[in-house]
């Protein structure tokens, strides 16, 4: 009982350098751009969402009502950061978003990326999304722990730039990089605010409960590895990416 306390504290102890770590890189300040000073809408209920989270209820088990709220709370962000053009992106970003950490839960894996991307392959298949829709789902599961900014890497360099507008519209590469941050948010409880005003992410936290879904996760190190701890933070480490 002692060493299962022990290597819990540990857990805490390796989450909580990550975050130090993270929020080195990553401090942006509490007050944001201009853009996104305006009100932020709370997502906390999309008939999407709730269609394809229920067929995992039992697996998820009593992580359910934290997993979930940790969907919507990154949804908010999401959307907020995209602003105008994020009602054509959505459905691909709630798929992503109700399939980018179940690996966890699916599979028993901490290096849950991967089985993640395959179970929401499907579902993409379901949602009779294009191709470049399905792609768009991967990319932001497979992205949303990139520790620097996401860039089209696929893009032609022989590409003209665009034109300066004063109001740009958003592409697919904002997509995975308005997950990434947003995703970033909620995982460090808000300490690493990524130009997101901080009063939109106290007003996100007040309505959608964190219901113990960070707790979750520093369990899912003893849950799945026991004492190996070398081995958790080894499976953990393949999530991230630089």
Same mark, same amino acid.
């Given at each position: 009982?002692?060493?299962?306390?022990?290597?819990?504290?540990?857990?805490?102890?390796?989450?909580?350098?990550?975050?130090?770590?993270?929020?080195?890189?990553?401090?942006?300040?509490?007050?944001?751009?201009?853009?996104?000073?305006?009100?932020?809408?709370?997502?906390?209920?999309?008939?999407?969402?709730?269609?394809?989270?229920?067929?995992?209820?039992?697996?998820?088990? /009593?992580?359910?009502?934290?997993?979930?709220?940790?969907?919507?709370?990154?949804?908010?962000?999401?959307?907020?950061?995209?602003?105008?053009?994020?009602?054509?992106?959505?459905?691909?970003?709630?798929?992503?978003?109700?399939?980018?950490?179940?690996?966890?839960?699916?599979?028993?894996?901490?290096?849950?990326?991967?089985?993640?991307?395959?179970?929401?392959?499907?579902?993409?298949?379901?949602?009779? +999304?294009?191709?470049?829709?399905?792609?768009?789902?991967?990319?932001?599961?497979?992205?949303?722990?990139?520790?620097?900014?996401?860039?089209?890497?696929?893009?032609?360099?022989?590409?003209?730039?665009?034109?300066?507008?004063?109001?740009?519209?958003?592409? /697919?590469?904002?997509?995975?990089?308005?997950?990434?941050?947003?995703?970033?948010?909620? +995982?460090?409880?808000?300490?690493?605010?990524?130009?997101?005003?901080?009063?939109?992410?106290?007003?996100?936290?007040?309505?959608?409960?964190?219901?113990?879904?960070?707790?979750?996760?520093?369990?899912?190190?003893?849950?799945?590895?026991? +004492?190996?701890?070398?081995?958790?933070?080894?499976?953990?480490?393949?999530?991230?990416?630089?």
């Amino acid at each position: 009982m002692a060493r299962a306390f022990d290597l819990f504290l540990a857990s805490i102890v390796v989450t909580a350098l990550l975050f130090a770590n993270l929020a080195a890189l990553y401090y942006l300040g509490h007050e944001g751009s201009h853009e996104l000073q305006s009100e932020i809408k709370v997502e906390n209920n999309s008939e999407r969402v709730e269609e394809h989270l229920e067929k995992y209820r039992d697996v998820i088990g /009593e992580d359910y009502e934290g997993y979930r709220g940790h969907i919507y709370r990154v949804l908010s962000y999401t959307l907020h950061y995209l602003g105008r053009d994020a009602p054509k992106f959505r459905p691909v970003i709630e798929i992503a978003l109700v399939y980018h950490d179940l690996g966890l839960w699916t599979h028993s894996t901490l290096a849950y990326l991967e089985p993640s991307s395959a179970v929401a392959a499907n579902a993409s298949r379901d949602e009779g +999304f294009t191709p470049a829709e399905a792609q768009l789902v991967q990319d932001i599961i497979n992205n949303h722990h990139k520790i620097t900014p996401y860039l089209n890497l696929n893009k032609s360099k022989t590409d003209a730039p665009a034109k300066p507008s004063l109001i740009r519209v958003k592409t /697919e590469v904002d997509v995975v990089e308005s997950v990434r941050k947003a995703d970033l948010i909620d +995982f460090s409880f808000g300490y690493i605010t990524n130009h997101m005003p901080w009063r939109h992410i106290s007003k996100v936290q007040a309505e959608i409960p964190e219901a113990g879904f960070h707790l979750s996760l520093v369990s899912f190190f003893p849950r799945l590895h026991g +004492f190996n701890l070398p081995r958790a933070v080894s499976d953990i480490s393949r999530i991230f990416k630089i």
